[in-house]
C-alpha cells in the first residue's frame, strides 16, 4: 500500500575534531526534524568527526566505535522520537578506521556501512575500504546506504537497487569542485535504478576546503524534489512514497511504450565488469 513519510536532511557545518559539540548539535537537528513530522533524518559524511584530516594519527581522537557512545545516544533519541537517523563518523575498529554511515532507530543499532570507494581526499586517504554493500529494512521503506565518491560508480547504486532498496540514502562531504554530482549524478543513479536518493552534504570551510551544500532528495523520475542551498546550514524537508521505488517496469501505452529498466538488463553481456 502507498503511504508517504516525510524525509529530512540536516545540512550542517561540522566541527573538525569535536565529537561533542558535533554530537549535540545532531541530537538537537534531530529533535527539531522530528517535530515537524520527519520520520527519516540523514545527516553528512563525518558529522561526527569532520573530513579533513592530514594523517591517520591526527583524525584518532576523533574517532568512535559501532556501537559507541554516540550510537547509544541517538538510539535513545530515536526511540523517545519515533524516529529513524542516518549518521557519518569516523570508526574505529581495533586498529583501523573507516569512513562509517550507522542507521539507528528506535530499536537501537541497525546498522552501519563503510564507504567502498575511496578518493585521494581528507581522510578517505588514510582509511581502510569497506567490503560490503547491504540492504537495511525499517518499517517503512528498504534502504541502501553509499557515501560520497560511491556515487560515481554506477555499479554501487545498481546493485541495491537489485537488492531491494527503494531509497539509497548519501551522506556527503562534497566540496568546490565536485559540483557535477549535485547537478548530474544524483538524478542520474536515482533515474536509471527507479529509486529515491537522498543526498546530504555538509557546509562551511574546514582545513581551507570549501563545501558546497546543495543537499538534495530525487525522486525515481530523476526529478529533484528538493535542494538545500549552498552556504548556510538547513534542514531540507520532502515527502517521498517508498512504493513508487517499487514500480520498475513503466507502461505509458501497453505494447507501444513501455521500458522496464531492471527486467530489461543483459547481464549475460556485462560479464567483464568483474574483470
Not at 48 to 64: H, I, Q
Not at 166 to 188: C, K, V
Not at 232 to 254: C, D, M, N, S, W
Request: glycine fraction near 10%; charged fraction near 25%; charge should be negative.
Amino acid at each position: 500500500m502507498s503511504e508517504k513519510i516525510r524525509v529530512a536532511m540536516a545540512q550542517m557545518d561540522v566541527r573538525r575534531g569535536e565529537k561533542e559539540a558535533n554530537r549535540t548539535h545532531i541530537v538537537g537537528q534531530l529533535r527539531e526534524s522530528a517535530e515537524r513530522g520527519a520520520k527519516l533524518i540523514v545527516f553528512p559524511e563525518c558529522a561526527l568527526s569532520g573530513y579533513v584530516f592530514n594523517s591517520l594519527e591526527e583524525s584518532l581522537s576523533a574517532t568512535e566505535t559501532v556501537p559507541g557512545e554516540t550510537t547509544r545516544v541517538l538510539a535513545e533519541v530515536c526511540k523517545e522520537l519515533d524516529v529513524y537517523a542516518v549518521v557519518g563518523l569516523l570508526e574505529q575498529d581495533g586498529d583501523y578506521v573507516y569512513n562509517s554511515a550507522f542507521v539507528v532507530g528506535p530499536e537501537g543499532l541497525i546498522g552501519n556501512y563503510r564507504k567502498s570507494h575511496l578518493p585521494i581526499l581528507g581522510i578517505d586517504r588514510y582509511v581502510e575500504r569497506g567490503c560490503e554493500l547491504a540492504v537495511f529494512d525499517l518499517p517503512f521503506a528498504r534502504i541502501g546506504v553509499l557515501i560520497c565518491y560511491d556515487v560515481r560508480f554506477p555499479e554501487a547504486s545498481r546493485s541495491l537497487a537489485l537488492r531491494g532498496a527503494d531509497i539509497i540514502i548519501l551522506p556527503t562531504n562534497w566540496p568546490q569542485g565536485a559540483e557535477s554530482s549535485p547537478d548530474f549524478l544524483t538524478r542520474a543513479r536515482a533515474f536509471e535504478n527507479r529509486v529515491y536518493l537522498l543526498a546530504c552534504n555538509r557546509v562551511g570551510v574546514e582545513q581551507g576546503v570549501r563545501f558546497i551544500g546543495r543537499s538534495q532528495v530525487v525522486a525515481p523520475d530523476g526529478k529533484i524534489l528538493g535542494e538545500a542551498n549552498g552556504d548556510t546550514g538547513e534542514i531540507l524537508e520532502v515527502e517521498v512514497e517508498p512504493y513508487a521505488a517499487r514500480q520498475k517496469r513503466l507502461v505509458f501505452e501497453p505494447g507501444v511504450f513501455e521500458f522496464d529498466l531492471i527486467g530489461g538488463r543483459r547481464p549475460d553481456l556485462y560479464s567483464n565488469l568483474l574483470d
